[in-house]
């Protein structure tokens, strides 16, 4: 036994001493391209005085110039200069060092991030070496901080012209003047009612919980499932979409092309389906603003049109980041992610998952519907509901996520069993009923797995969330199924 | 029905023109805007006044084009002071500020424009060389920028002057985009064109566009030889016109002119030249015998010339040779050129030496004194009886089972 411990380590160092750098890492060839900054870009397209501008040019400009935003934010943000000198010529990097010097002394720093862009080229001379942008529209978000406290956070909007200089390869600013701003004024849009009750359930496939869209995806599993769904009486499911593992930025398009097969099972089944995204999110920061922006405008972009749809969720739970993120940090990347999404898409209603009734007046101006979550004592939950709707007046409320967990094993021996899990939701469909409430319970299935990103690795936390399901590990319904549905 | 309609709009023009000024009027808080102005000229200090009904801490959040800042009051009395920094005072473009306080914020802009002094002039010019014909074009971009480094406002007037040959024409431009531009097209004539501007009485340095000749047009060539023998000694040198392009400029220095000739017998020969004041000169050495050339140039995928022709007579209408030495020297000669004078030295002659139709050896040596003579090495060439073919200008002589010993 020893022994074969002992060959065992031996082996395994065997096989890291003979790992080493593979050849395309010894050259440093493959160095690829981070995405940091993605605001919404779009040109006028109308022809430029000069010479006529040709893709490529066009494309170096954008780059560089969005660049030189890019290293002015980290500029303020750190108040110091490095990377100013690459984007900025001689002359106007003097303005950006003398503020910063500036700050520095009286310890202010500001962060900041640009959302759109709207530019223009006006000139473009003969021998491709002098630029002229006029750059409409520029919505910019800002935070100022004197000894690291928030003096104020807000967005402006303003036209800037910018002459850029070709030097050394690089699209330098050469002189960048402001020429209009306004301040941002709140976007107030008409919320988008929406009058059909829901009757929904949240959704993961029973071998692929919080990973649906990866390579284990099977849009027939996912259509028989729908159909139980269908059958058992319920009109809308609710499904996950995760940033990281959706890449970010850079949507992975396998992975939303399994989405929208996703949404046209839906469809066949005659199920809505709500989105939540930014699953598994947690940075917040603004200067990832822009990155989040792109990754949404990719999904939402892809989805709107589908029939399926029924509306967006933009996060799972945030105010569970508001400790380790701060409050307002969450709220302000929510909200602009909430007009930004509005914008994109104007038809589907939005809302925030809260993971309780307390949080879910937060932000209840920019949302369309007030979802909030419920996991406690059911009694209370008509009292919490009432108290809701007077705070939120005419919006439709909606319970997103409820159950009980029918695990009553080692590790949680004075848990519910399967009766008591069917006990609880003949209790909660008769509570919701009553209150003429949309619903959505947690979950199908009984998963055999839980990614620990979910509740962590503890066993008692683990075990308790694998049997949320209505049906359990083999599919066979559990007592609970009787009442998955109010009918 | 119109009366309500200019009802209508009078509301609402008063609804949506809301300028910032106005926000300070608004205020519940006794904190009131003093400065009314909001236009300044860059470099002019900045004061920000407001009356307070009691002395107050407050920050003013202060953004241009380049950055924000924060700046604290110089609180009196009544009166909350804020001194634009320096920099911010002159920088062109707006300015935006925010004054913070406990309870309030006011916000509005101010209007910075570049002063109507001209410090500088940036010039960009290119491409800095042009063709002639009026066709191509350099481009002068002008940024005239105050002594704040602010590009000046749009409609200032630049002067564009350019000089070419004897002429100097003198062009007024405006500033749009914080830039002026202007399109300078070459003439017919090549040369250097040079170009300034001025701005606001400042005058820029000179700037220098060359304009070169456009590509080349049709030439001709024609060659010069001291005689026409082909006695693989003279040479024949070729020379074509001054090559000029379309508008009868002189083609640039340097242009590559190949000559190419073909023989009587299909062979190409290549030569080639450069041309200095239009002109390009090759040469090629006389062929060894008889034979007829025909002469053409090019300027490589752009012009090309007229063909000649040219012939020459053989020098050499026969010679003698002979065998000595038990067969191992063979001496060919003398060879006699066309006034019976002994032949440059360096005529090629060939010796051929074969048994039984095979091969042996072959040898090629150079006149030297109108004689070559060839030796025969006994290693090489074993004692036997062999055919010997000798060839020279063209010129085959033969004979056979000549018995070497």
């Known amino acids: 036994m020893i022994i074969t411990f002992i060959i065992y380590g031996i082996s395994v160092l065997f096989a890291y001493l003979n790992s080493g750098a593979d050849r395309s890492n010894m050259l440093n060839t493959e160095i690829q391209k981070i995405e940091h900054y993605t605001p919404t870009f779009i040109w006028d397209d109308t022809p430029n005085e000069g010479r006529i501008i040709d893709s490529e040019n066009l494309n170096q400009i954008k780059d560089d110039y969005l660049d030189a935003w890019y290293v002015k934010h980290v500029a303020f943000k750190t108040n110091s200069t490095s990377g100013i000198a690459d984007y900025y010529t001689e002359s106007a990097r003097e303005n950006l060092t003398k503020i910063i010097a500036q700050n520095t002394s009286e310890n202010i720093t500001i962060e900041a991030t640009t959302l759109e862009h709207h530019p223009k080229l006006e000139f473009f001379s003969e021998d491709g070496q002098l630029a002229v942008l006029t750059d409409h529209n520029v919505v910019e978000y800002k935070r100022v901080f004197a000894n690291n406290t928030l003096l104020k956070a807000y967005e402006e909007a303003s036209t800037y012209q910018i002459i850029l200089l070709l030097e050394d390869g690089f699209w330098r600013i050469r002189h960048l003047v402001k020429t209009a701003q306004k301040l941002q004024s709140e976007k107030q849009k008409d919320p988008i009612a929406y009058r059909d009750k829901i009757k929904g359930i949240n959704y993961y496939p029973k071998a692929s919980p919080w990973n649906m869209f990866g390579d284990q995806f099977s849009k027939d599993t996912i259509a028989q499932d729908f159909n139980i769904i269908k059958d058992s009486g319920l009109n809308t499911v609710r499904l996950f979409i995760q940033y990281e593992a959706f890449g970010s930025a850079n949507v992975d398009l396998n992975k939303l092309q399994r989405v929208q097969e996703t949404l046209d099972a839906a469809y066949e089944a005659n199920l809505k389906v709500f989105i939540t995204l930014f699953d598994f999110y947690g940075n917040y920061e603004v200067s990832d603003w822009t990155l989040t922006r792109q990754h949404a405008e990719t999904i939402v972009n892809a989805l709107k049109s589908h029939k399926a749809l029924l509306g967006w969720d933009i996060k799972n739970e945030p105010d569970l980041d508001f400790e380790s993120r701060g409050e307002f940090n969450v709220t302000s990347w929510l909200k602009q992610m909430a007009q930004h999404i509005k914008t994109l898409d104007s038809v589907h209603p939005i809302t925030i998952g809260w993971s309780n009734p307390s949080s879910a007046t937060i932000l209840k101006e920019e949302l369309d519907l007030i979802t909030f979550h419920y996991y406690n004592d059911l009694n209370e939950l008509a009292s919490n509901v009432n108290n809701l709707k007077s705070e939120i007046g005419e919006k439709p409320l909606i319970l997103g996520e409820f159950g009980l967990s029918s695990f009553d094993g080692f590790w949680n021996p004075m848990g519910s069993d399967e009766d008591d899990q069917a006990e609880y939701h003949k209790k909660a469909q008769n509570i919701i009923s009553n209150l003429d409430l949309n619903a959505m319970s947690w979950t199908l299935y009984d998963f055999e797995t839980i990614p620990e990103a979910v509740v962590g690795s503890l066993p008692w936390r683990q075990q308790n969330q694998k049997y949320f399901g209505f049906l359990d590990q083999e599919g066979n319904p559990k007592p609970s199924f009787e009442y998955i549905s109010s009918e | 029905m119109t009366f309500k309609h200019i009802y209508i709009f009078f509301f609402l023009m008063v609804v949506f023109n809301n300028p910032s000024e106005n926000n300070n009027s608004t205020t519940q808080n006794s904190i009131v805007l003093k400065t009314s102005k909001t236009a300044f000229v860059a470099g002019a200090s900045i004061f920000l006044e407001f009356s307070v009904s009691k002395p107050i801490e407050a920050n003013l959040i202060c953004t241009n084009s380049y950055g924000t800042t924060v700046i604290k009051s110089q609180t009196e009395t009544s009166i909350l002071l804020f001194k634009i920094p320096e920099l911010f005072c002159s920088k062109s473009g707006i300015l935006n500020w925010e004054l913070l306080t406990d309870t309030s914020t006011l916000n509005g802009q101010l209007y910075i424009s570049p002063s109507d002094l001209a410090s500088s002039i940036e010039n960009y010019i290119g491409p800095p060389s042009i063709e002639a014909g009026g066709a191509d074009f350099a481009m002068l971009v002008s940024i005239p920028t105050d002594p704040f480094d602010n590009p000046l406002t749009d409609g200032t007037s630049v002067q564009c002057s350019e000089q070419f040959l004897s002429t100097i024409t003198t062009e007024s431009i405006e500033v749009r985009n914080m830039i002026a531009y202007n399109t300078i097209y070459s003439k017919q004539e090549s040369g250097r064109l040079l170009v300034a501007s001025e701005c ?181 060439v074993p004692k036997d009886y062999y055919d010997i073919e000798i060839e020279a200008a063209g010129i085959k002589k033969q004979v056979t089972h000549v018995s070497v010993w």
């Not at chain 2, 006695?231 to 590559?256: C, H, L, P, R």
């Not at chain 2, 190419?260 to 090629?284: C, F, P, W």
């Not at chain 2, 003579?373 to 090489?380: A, K, M, V």
């Open chain 2, 200 to 380: 606001l009485g400042l005058n820029s340095k000179e700037h220098t566009i060359m304009v070169s000749p456009a590509i080349p047009s049709q030439f001709t060539i024609q060659a010069d030889r001291p005689h026409d023998f082909a006695d693989g000694n003279q040479i024949t040198s070729f020379e074509t016109s001054v090559i000029k392009d379309k508008n009868n400029n002189v083609v640039s220095d340097g242009t590559y002119v190949q000559f190419y000739i073909e023989t009587h017998d299909h062979r190409m020969l290549q030569t080639s030249g450069l041309t200095v004041n239009g002109i390009a000169k090759a040469q090629m050495i006389h062929p060894d015998r008889q034979s007829s050339w025909i002469v053409k140039a090019f300027i490589e995928g752009i012009a090309d010339s007229n063909e000649i022709r040219l012939k020459y007579q053989p020098v050499i209408s026969d010679f003698q040779f002979s065998v000595s030495n038990n067969g191992r020297t063979v001496t060919v000669g003398p060879f006699k050129s066309f006034m019976n004078q002994l032949i440059p030295d360096g005529l090629e002659v060939t010796l051929r030496l074969s048994l039984n139709n095979t091969s042996i050896l072959q040898e090629l040596k150079a006149s030297k004194d109108g004689y070559v003579s060839f030796t025969l090495q006994e290693d090489i």
